[in-house]
């Protein structure tokens, strides 16, 4: 049974849907009318809906929650790129949480960042306080100890300088199905929408590297973060609110190019 209805009094017939559809799901019937194709395989993404000007089409694969409407005014490319250059991994957080409806926002735009044929595989952990994340990071370091440590880290760290959390109130933890191919695209994209978007929220965050490194190779870290049988950690953020604030962008290596 067709998952998509249209509305045949809205339906223009100018074949958008049909157009944008990746998985070549719909064609126009006899009268010029979007139909889903019988067998076809539809991926779930949505966009023959969004797209449509009137909207005519309802697809009842799609999750119940209501489709929002698509911002208008997008950012100028000068505020993008002026925000995207000026954005700074942050190391040194103020003792102050981070308020969970906050998390909750930041978390709904990670579900929106694309995913491989739309599959939204990816499954969050969130920690909140920050001694649970030092204690994470406690056993991040056992875990580096294991598997030989930079001694100028282990310094630091006896020293009483925590480089792993730095400080953090919160972590964000992405993990995936282990035989999701693509756990590593999306996940990176998903954490690249939170980070952005916590950013913009006038956030700190930092990638949480050594945790994700060491969740692949030390078991006592993944049964700490209750990881799911199954389920691979792919990637983290700490954040908080940053200390500092950046004035400049700092040089970067030369762009390098081929160009064919
Ligand atoms: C995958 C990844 C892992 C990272 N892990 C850590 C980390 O464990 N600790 C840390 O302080 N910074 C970490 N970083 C931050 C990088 O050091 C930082 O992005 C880089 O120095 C450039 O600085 P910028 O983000 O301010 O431009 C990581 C970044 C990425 C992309």
């Not at 049974?1 to 019937?29: E, F, H, T, W, Y």
């Not at 993404?45 to 009842?60: E, F, Q, W």
């Not at 693509?182 to 913009?200: N, P, Q, V």
């Not at 006592?220 to 908080?240: I, K, N, S």
């Amino acid at each position: 049974m067709s998952q998509i209805a249209v509305d045949k009094n809205l339906c223009k017939k100018d074949g958008a849907c049909i157009k944008v559809c990746p998985a070549g799901v719909l064609a126009a019937d006899t009268e010029g009318f979007p139909a889903e194709i019988p067998d076809s395989h539809c991926i779930l993404c949505g966009h023959c809906v969004a797209v449509c000007p009137t909207g005519a089409l309802t697809h009842s694969g799609l999750p119940a929650e209501p489709a929002l409407p698509a911002a208008k005014n997008w950012p100028s490319p000068e505020a993008m790129d002026g925000f995207l250059m000026s954005r700074r991994s942050v190391r040194e957080f103020k003792d102050k949480p981070v308020a969970k409806e906050v998390l909750e926002s930041l978390l709904d735009i990670a579900r929106r960042a694309p995913t491989a044929a739309n599959s939204q595989l990816l499954r969050w952990i969130v920690v909140e306080g920050k001694q649970k994340l030092h204690t994470i990071a406690e056993e991040i370091v056992e875990g580096m100890r294991a598997s030989g440590v930079n001694p100028a880290f282990l310094k630091q760290w006896e020293g009483g300088y925590d480089f792993v959390m730095r400080g953090a109130s919160t972590l964000v933890v992405a993990i995936a199905p282990a035989d999701y191919t693509w756990r590593r695209e999306d996940s990176a994209i998903a954490l690249t929408y939170f980070e952005l978007a916590a950013e913009a929220r006038g956030l700190g965050v930092c990638w949480a590297g050594y945790l994700t490194r060491c969740a692949t190779l030390y078991a006592p870290l993944r049964q700490l973060l209750a990881v799911p049988e199954g389920f691979v950690v792919c990637g983290a953020l700490m954040l908080g609110e940053g200390t500092y604030r950046y004035r400049q962008v700092p040089p970067r290596k030369p762009l390098s190019v081929q160009w064919n």
